[in-house]
């Protein structure tokens, strides 16, 4: 959601410019999945690259383009919507400066696309091409907010907002921006709750939503005055006028989109679609276009049916960090924001942040039985969770980690958790929380795994670019030094490890005993870029599943990639 955890607590990764998944290939040697080279084995894509990924703020030009911010991949594109599989890269990480973080994006009167930058807490002009720019508005909020909404009223003056999702003495407010930076920007309202995405209607005045309020304001920005309108919805993230002059909202923890008429407050149902939506805009023809953050890609709405059908039909992960194979079979993935189930080649979320129970950062997880572990990062505090399959309940399982990364199930029925923010790696007993460190003094520790025919557990320790073995008795001992950023390690049939290098976007097999590797594939989509957050390293991760094929999960742009060898 564009508002969501300021996009993640500004964290961000982002990756290449590749938006449209390339041909599969047949591996062996040459070309395979997406650029994959994996000599003696078959590749191919299981999960494509996604498309269009974390879709946020929206703007339309009137000439069949959409303008989408990619947010945590510092990317805008536009979308022929006349044909969406031509996508074209206006701005992303391999600028000379990259824009931090576009969350919202308005086309100005003057043709121009105005963003803001939740990050950078600016405003920045662009061309319709992104190679002119020019930052207008600089320092919106105090330092402890994000920028995050923006639009133009009838009169071409410029206004956004800023606000904060955690930190209650960090209060949001509108702010107005001239379009040329000549001035500095102004607040015209402070404070306001968390003030989302908004819009003018024809009376001059700005219809605001506050997403944790559930309610939307009406601001008068000359006398600087704010009343009620209407309240009672759920998370409201995204508010536009429509072609009539009332309203068009969304709740992004329902995926419901109503219609609120500007005077009375009165409220219609328009649609629903998939939890976690983030932003909308409708066309000239009255069709309306709503963005995802948790689930990603652009939806059309359908108004007669109350419905919604992606624009691009297409399977995807946001960013895969871990991966288990559950009993059935499927892949159990650490999906960023969701917990995802990969069956054949069908992906389902099991759970989205801040939708179920605020949930957040949700990098990893794994299935023992009919219970579903997982670990989440919603600050201060890192948890582990356990969701009952067979009824749905959820149950917290142990708190107060730093930042609690892979979880896999360990010896003993424990559950072992990465933490790359305390540095250490815990077995957690599932029945009552308590934890004890298996390995401590490790620098940003992701990958886990569990040899249960040696009784040893593997840790990739990310920043110390190793991977150590830590017996039941004994201390932990590495058995691969000098690793390129080792993230995902797997155990194989014959007791060897699958590391996954990330920055080299490389796969290596290790003998534990000897020492010895090799590498098995190349040019694999692991490595991102970007902003980051302090003693965090997103990760990618390896899976042998039970027939022997290989999975490595592509945090670069949302895949899974799968090795026959």
Known sequence: MRSVMGRLLMAAATVGTLLVPAPVGAGNGGDGAGGVSAPGCRARYLVPPSPLNQTDGMALDGRGGLYVTMALYNRIVRVDLQDPRNITVIADETDAEPLQVPDDIALGPDGNLYV?????????????????????????????????????????????????????????????????????????????????????????????????????????????????????????????????????????DTGKVWRVDRQTGARTFVAVGPRGLDNLVEDRDGTIYVSNFAQGNIWKVDQARGVMEPLIPDRSLSFPFSLSEAPDGSVVVGDFTAVARVTGDRVTRLNRLLVDGLQLLTPGAVQVGDDLYYSDFLPPDG???????????????????????????????????????????????????????????????????????????????????????????????????????????????????????????????????????????TGLPTRTLGVGLPLMNYSSDVLVRRDGTILVSGDADGSLVELSC
């Open 116 to 252: 803001t930058e939740l990050l950078g807490r600016k405003v920045t002009r662009l061309s319709l091409d992104g190679k002119q720019r020019k930052v207008v508005g600089t320092n919106l909020g105090d330092g402890g907010t994000g920028t995050n909404g923006i639009a133009f009223n009838g009169e071409g003056r410029l206004f956004a907002t800023d606000l904060s999702f955690s930190d209650p003495s960090h209060p949001g407010g509108l702010w107005e921006v001239d379009p040329e930076g000549i001035r500095p920007p102004v607040p015209v309202i402070r404070p306001l709750p968390t003030p989302e995405g908004f819009g003018f209607g024809p009376d001059g005045l700005a219809y605001v939503p506050q997403m944790f309020a559930g309610r939307i304001d009406v601001i008068d920005v000359d006398d600087r005055t704010v009343r009620k309108l209407v309240d009672g919805f759920g998370y409201l993230v995204a508010l536009k006028v429509d072609r009539t002059g009332n309203l068009l909202t969304m709740e992004t």
């Open 383 to 521: 948890r582990i969770f356990r969701i009952d399959l067979a009824t749905g309940r959820r149950h917290l399982v142990a708190g107060g980690f730093g930042f609690p990364w892979t979880v896999r199930e360990g010896p003993g029925g424990n559950v072992l958790v990465s933490d790359q923010a305390l540095g250490a790696v815990f077995a957690v007993d599932p029945n009552n929380g308590l934890r004890s460190p298996l390995v401590q003094g490790l620098r940003s520790p992701s990958g886990l795994a569990f040899d249960r025919q040696r009784g040893v557990v593997y840790v990739s320790d990310t920043g110390g670019g190793q991977v150590l073995a830590v017996a039941s008795s004994g201390a932990p001992t590495a058995v691969a030094t000098g690793l390129h950023q080792p993230e995902g390690v797997a155990v194989d049939r014959d007791g060897t490890l699958l590391v996954v290098e990330g920055d080299a976007g490389r796969l290596v097999r290790v003998d534990p005993r000897l020492g010895t590797r090799s590498v098995v594939a």
